[in-house]
Structures are given as C-alpha cells and as structure tokens.
C-alpha cells in the first residue's frame, strides 16, 4: 500500500501517541495494585517506562530525521541512541518478567549472569557504534541510514526471545493457559508486525504490536496473580476457621468452668491458659480421683501450634488415665513416659509437675519430670518456690525413673503452679520477666482468691512485656487449700 508521506507520518505519531498514553495508563495500574508479587510490580514499573522512551525517541527520531543543522545531528544521536539501548532494557526486562512469573522460587542465576552478560556486551556495541558508523549513520542531510552491521542491533534482544521461549517451554506445565498465551503473543506479535510493515509504506506496526502484546500480557498476569490471592486467601480463611475451632476444641479440654467444684468446700482452685498461636502446647489439669484425693497436674510440650496441641491432648489423657488407676505420682509419669516413648517418631517431649493432695490430711505427693518449680504459701507465710528435685522430661528417654516428694499443706495455704511462659516473658528490651517478679506478683494477690492470684501475675506479665510479642504459652494454676470444717 502507498500512503503519502503526511499521512505515514500522521499514523505513525498517532500510534506512538497511543501507545506512551497506554502505557502510561498501565504504569499508573502497577502502581496501584495491591496483591500483586513485588518483583514483578518493579518489573513491570521499569518495563512500561522503557517502552514510553522508546516509542517517545523513536518517535523524536522520525521528526528530525532530514533536518538540517549540526545541532540536530547531535540531537538525532542521542535519541537514536536511547532508542536501540531501550530496545535492549524492554528484551531485558521481558526475560525478568518471564522469569519471575515462570520460576519465582527457582535458582535463576546462570540464566541472570547470561543475560546481564548480553546487555552489558550490547551496550558496549551500541557505544562502539555511535563512533564506527557501522550500526547505524547519518548522512550529511542528517537522513538515518543502517550501517553494514546493524544486525548486531538486534542479535541481544533475539538472544532475550530464546531465553523467554527456553523458560516457557521448560515451565510449560506449571504455567497457566492464560499465563502462556499471554508470553507467545508477546514474543509473535513483534515478527508478526515486522512481516505486516514490510508490506506497507513506513508505517510502525512493530509498535502498536509491541504495546499492544504488553498490555495482554500485563493484564493476562493481573488476573493470574488475583486468582491466586484468592485462592490464598481462601485457603487462609479455612485455615483460621480450623485453627479456631482447634482453640475451642483445646480449650474445652481444659478445665473452664469456675469454681470447678463448687460442692466440695475443701479447696478452691483457678487455672488459665493462654497461647502464643492459636493452638498451644501447655496444659493444666485437675480432677478428682476418688472423694479424698484430687489430682493436679501442669505440662509444657516442646513446639507449638498444632502438632504440640496434638501431643498435649495425648499427654493430658494419658496422665489423667493412669492416675485414676490408684497410681502413685512417679507411677503415673514412668507409665505415661514408657507410653510416650513407644511410638514418638517425631521425637517429641513434655515436661510435667504431677501431684496428688489427701483432701483429708493436706498432705501432698508430687513428681516433677523437667517442669518448673511449684511455689507454695503457707496460712502465716508468703509465696516461696519449692525447689523440688527434678527428673527427666516425659518422651525424652526410654526406662526413665522419677522421684516423689511429700509437702504438708495448712488449712489456708496456696500452691501455685506455672509453665516457663511465665518466667521467660520477654519485654521489647529482651528482658526476661523472671521468677523474682513472679513471686512479688503473687505476694500482691495472696490474700485474695485463686482467680486473684493468677490475675494479679497476668497482669504483671502484661505490664512488663507490654507491646512485645508473646512467644511462648502462658499456663498457671493456682490452688487454695481451706480443709474439712
């Protein structure tokens, strides 16, 4: 087709026009999107920006090109010249994008290393060109004319191109259909125009394409990756729902409902458990094994989340089963460890302080596998740390013996039971809060109930850490001994 030379002009500023408007349009979108990997919001940024200086240089090009004056040779230089190293970012670029959408969590860098290599190589062509003429020259009528060498022009963005199709081609099943046709009309539509525009008369086809493949692309991406975000999000939904409904489960789990026994006046007894996630490892328990004696019980599994919420629920029957059986408490915990031991690949532990208080006599028989140190008020005294003889953790060992001790609680006296949570608090200076502040937190509620001893420490735990992040479970149990009247 033959166009007058006005009119070919006309066009070809009208699709330069378009495509800078276009472009600019989708650099203000990347900018915009929200759920949308940032690699590739800082690809595409780059990536729209270079193509509005190649199409605005191409086009600045193509008005000069003819002008008279040394001025304008200087000027055609300098835009020709941004216009072929844009040329190579945009092939560049491409390859980033391909290569973070195809393989994001792949080791790329060979593949990096070629292609900065190419870049590097073809920038100093292009700069070895400008003075050898032998890319691309202008004549004494400042007329663009390609030299004898102008294929070196293309040979990097080529190499880009064979690079994209060896990632497409390699990742073609882990990419979406939507994702791939995107890709392949990016890298056609370029040698497709080339073939439309060598049949008509100057018109710049290969831009309209090049803009017009991007924006697919682009586009094509935006929906990929928000389909993914909602799968995500979906999926995270239904996670929270499970996580949720696994804290209601553990919870239920665990003794909730105050006072515990409100027809037996012989003791009052409080406990709290709260979590690091949604789902913890600490335990407390108490129960009662026949009318004289009751069971008391506080763990810390290793871990957190739900495999140790998993291993605690285990542990707690575990214990309380075999306590009911009238076994004595380095009974119970040598059971519940050679049962553990039996079948624990994942090589799991817990440390536990078991005992059992005579409700008659207020004596009490204790074990400790590994667990903190219980603290005690007698009637005419304030809260100490028992520190009792410690055995080894329940699961860490095969065959494990472990040693009881005896107390004797006065009508009046609190024991005050707690896992490590407690102690190893830490405040946003990593500060530990420690079991010296524990007891002056249990001094101040001391003379009130169980629920305000354990309160009394929670709030103290609160106001030291304060805005830190909690990293571990926070369990205790408090129990007040009054005695038959």
Known sequence: ??????????????????????????????RSLKHFDEKLKSWFQMFFGTIIIYITMHLARQLMDGMSGSGVTIALKTVTFIEVLS???????????VLQTA???????????????????????????????????????????RGSLYILSNLCPLAMLSIDVFVLLHCRRSLSRRIKIAFWSYILAPIAAIVIQSFSYGIQFIILA????????????????????????????????????ASNIQADMLPNIFPAFPERGEFDIYGSMTPAKEVGGDFYDFFLIDDDHLGLVMADVSGKGVPAALFMMISKILVQNYAMTGRSPKEVLEAVNTQICANNR???????????LDLESGKLTAANAGH???????????????????GFVIGGMEGMKYREYELRLEKG???????????EATNANDELFGTDRMIAALRQGEKGFPRDVVQSVDRAVAEFVKDAPQFDDLTMLCLHFIGKK
């Open 1 to 30: 087709m033959i166009f007058e030379v006005s009119t070919v002009n006309l066009i070809n500023i009208l699709f330069i026009a378009a495509g800078v408007g276009i472009c600019g349009l989708n650099l203000l979108e990347v």
């Open 372 to 390: 903190e140190y219980p603290a005690l008020k007698q009637p005419d005294g304030s809260f100490e740390l028992i520190k009792d003889k410690h």
């Open 210 to 245: 090049t803009v017009s493949a991007a924006v697919f692309m682009f586009l094509a991406i935006i929906g990929d990756q928000n389909e993914k975000y909602e799968r995500q999000r979906a999926e995270s939904s239904r996670i929270e729902t499970e996580l949720s409904l």
């Open 103 to 145: 393989m994001p969590d792949d080791d790329t860098k060979k593949l990096l290393l070629i292609m900065q290599v190419l870049v590097g190589v073809h920038t100093a062509l292009l700069v070895g060109g400008i003075f050898g003429d032998f890319i691309y020259y202008f004549d004494a009528q400042n007329v663009y004319n």
């Open 87 to 97: 040329a190579v970012f945009i092939a560049y670029m491409m390859s980033r994008i």
């Open 413 to 423: 006296a609190m024991l005050f039971l707690y896992t490590d949570g407690v102690a």
């Open 346 to 356: 994942e090589e799991m532990f817990v440390t536990v302080w078991f005992g059992i």
